[in-house]
């Protein structure tokens, strides 16, 4: 075997995110499960993709995204965050009705500002006002369009306030869209291009509280709204699973379910996203075997390139996907982290399974850290509940997991918030809570796989667990952070 000299494993694992991460790697690595079908297809108006993070979202956006720009080059594309539309609005502390309006016109906002910075030479009065509405968001430059504008003035307030489209001040001020629902109406009912809008991360800050509900339900109706109310658009969004199983204020949930792409990655199209960008790295580095090689057919060769040797895990000798996997609780994201955690102890040479447990303590603080951000809306307090656990057992029954966490977490607080949206009312919340989170597995017997809470939900909750047949262990990842041998 000819190994390849100097491996960089920042630059073959790429970036954290997929909004971030190189055009061409992303297509070259990017699994496209059948599932993915009806979000990928272009006739759908309207589509959301719903995972953990750290799943592919992003990244399921953005290969989309490029793909319309490749098969059709006059198409509008536009990618933007929840982040860039709440900043664009006023959305604190309304009434629902009031909010799903609002979403509507800074979205339809945001995409006439794109057709103003895209329009070259603008014709008509309605493109004009795209134009200034653009520049006044500091999204073009000035051009002579500014010019024409100011001198027209008086008559121009006129023909654009028929079409409801436009405003100009005093005469010798830009225009902005003023109403941007009917503007984008006036101006796609032409039928002249399809506008694709990509909107990640609406619930980046979401907080699990009235406000937050009612600003996030109402964004995901104002899409409906206007996916079915605006001809040729095509909308798309992400959205954490926990973050939507939270809006219990959304009204028209029920409506929106079957436009909702769920992401769950199989151990094999796992394999295909590790090794895949093992393959595309090798073949940008010139690595001539790479030019030969497919992910099925040489996944030894393409482990080999990278690991050495079979890794020791639960009492056997086995490939280092198993415990990588593992370990980064089947997430794409963390998976590449982990590799270029275990890849600095490494230096340039091939990992080997040290590298890996030298980096569990920084991976496991990392993963502490990540989860606090995704699932602290659910539990105030979650930073605190799993500091609880620092220097204790690694592994427990029900009846001693439900004493650990009575003692020392429950029994130093004041007062211990809601779980999950209810009232705190026991501690058996708190166990479940941690198992749904992953911070907790689950094992019958000495030697049995371990089982998360994605392979059986509801396996706290069963006489099994009652009669403390189950075991409840931290997850190996966190172990070395928090000191549990």
């Known amino acids: 075997m000819v190994y390849f000299d100097g491996v960089d494993y920042d630059a073959m694992f790429g970036s954290d995110s997929g909004e971030y991460e190189r055009d061409q790697a992303l297509r070259e690595y990017f699994v496209e499960l059948p599932q993915f079908k009806k979000f990928f297809n272009a006739d759908n108006k309207i589509g959301f993709v719903r995972a953990r993070k750290g799943m592919g979202k992003s990244a399921m956006l953005k290969v989309l995204s490029l793909r319309r720009k490749e098969e059709r080059p006059d198409d509008l594309i536009i990618f933007t965050t929840g982040n860039e539309l709440m900043g664009m609005g006023d959305f604190t502390g309304k009434s629902q009705a009031y909010l799903e309006n609002h979403w509507k016109q800074v979205i339809c906002k945001r995409i006439c500002i794109e057709i103003g910075r895209k329009i070259d030479f603008a014709v008509t009065d309605l493109e004009m006002s795209f134009v200034e509405a653009a520049e006044l968001e500091g999204y073009k430059d000035l051009n002579i369009l500014s010019a024409l504008t100011e001198r027209t003035g008086g008559m121009l307030q006129k023909v654009l306030s028929a079409v409801g489209g436009a405003n100009i001040i005093e005469g010798t001020k830009k225009r902005g869209v003023e109403n941007a629902e009917q503007a984008l109406k006036n101006f796609q009912s032409k039928g002249e291009r399809t506008v694709w809008l990509f909107i990640d991360d609406i619930d980046a800050k979401y907080i699990d509280d009235d406000?937050?509900?009612?600003?996030?339900?109402?964004?995901?109706?104002?899409?409906?709204?206007?996916?079915?109310?605006?001809?040729?658009?095509?909308?798309?969004?992400?959205?954490?699973?926990?973050?939507?199983?939270?809006?219990?204020?959304?009204?028209?949930?029920?409506?929106?379910?079957?436009?909702?792409?769920?992401?769950?990655?199989?151990?094999?199209?796992?394999?295909?996203?590790?090794?895949?960008?093992?393959?595309?790295?090798?073949?940008?580095?010139?690595?001539?075997?790479?030019?030969?090689?497919?992910?099925?057919?040489?996944?030894?060769?393409?482990?080999?390139?990278?690991?050495?040797?079979?890794?020791?895990?639960?009492?056997?000798?086995?490939?280092?996907?198993?415990?990588?996997?593992?370990?980064?609780?089947?997430?794409?994201?963390?998976?590449?982290?982990?590799?270029?955690?275990?890849?600095?102890?490494?230096?340039?040479?091939?990992?080997?399974?040290?590298?890996?447990?030298?980096?569990?303590?920084?991976?496991g603080q990392e993963k502490i850290s990540d989860i606090q951000k995704e699932h602290s809306h659910q539990f105030l307090q979650l930073d605190k509940l799993i500091q609880s656990f620092r220097g204790g057992k690694r592994e427990y029954n029900r009846y001693q997991l439900l004493k650990a966490i009575s003692e020392k977490f429950v029994g130093k607080i004041v007062s211990v918030p809601a779980v999950n949206g209810f009232p705190y009312q026991n501690v058996e919340q708190l166990a479940e809570f941690l198992f749904e989170i992953d911070f907790l597995v689950a094992h019958r017997s000495v030697n049995s796989d371990f089982i998360t809470y994605s392979n059986d939900p509801d396996l706290f909750s069963t006489e099994e667990n009652n009669q403390n047949k189950i075991m409840w262990t931290v997850h190996s990842s966190y172990r070395n952070f928090l000191g549990i041998n």
């Open 211 to 363: 406000d937050h509900q009612q600003r996030v339900g109402a964004f995901f109706s104002a899409l409906r709204a206007l996916a079915f109310g605006v001809s040729g658009l095509r909308l798309r969004a992400s959205v954490r699973t926990d973050v939507w199983r939270n809006l219990r204020k959304m009204e028209d949930q029920d409506k929106l379910r079957e436009f909702i792409t769920d992401i769950y990655w199989n151990d094999n199209a796992l394999s295909s996203i590790f090794t895949r960008k093992i393959l595309t790295y090798l073949r940008r580095e010139n690595f001539l075997p790479a030019f030969k090689w497919n992910e099925t057919q040489n996944y030894p060769d393409l482990m080999d390139q990278i690991f050495r040797g079979r890794f020791h895990w639960s009492g056997s000798a086995v490939d280092p996907f198993i415990p990588m996997k593992f370990l980064a609780g089947s997430r794409p994201r963390w998976m590449g982290q982990l590799a270029k955690m275990a890849g600095a102890h490494a230096g340039a040479r091939r990992i080997d399974e040290n590298n890996v447990y030298a980096a569990m303590r920084d991976f």
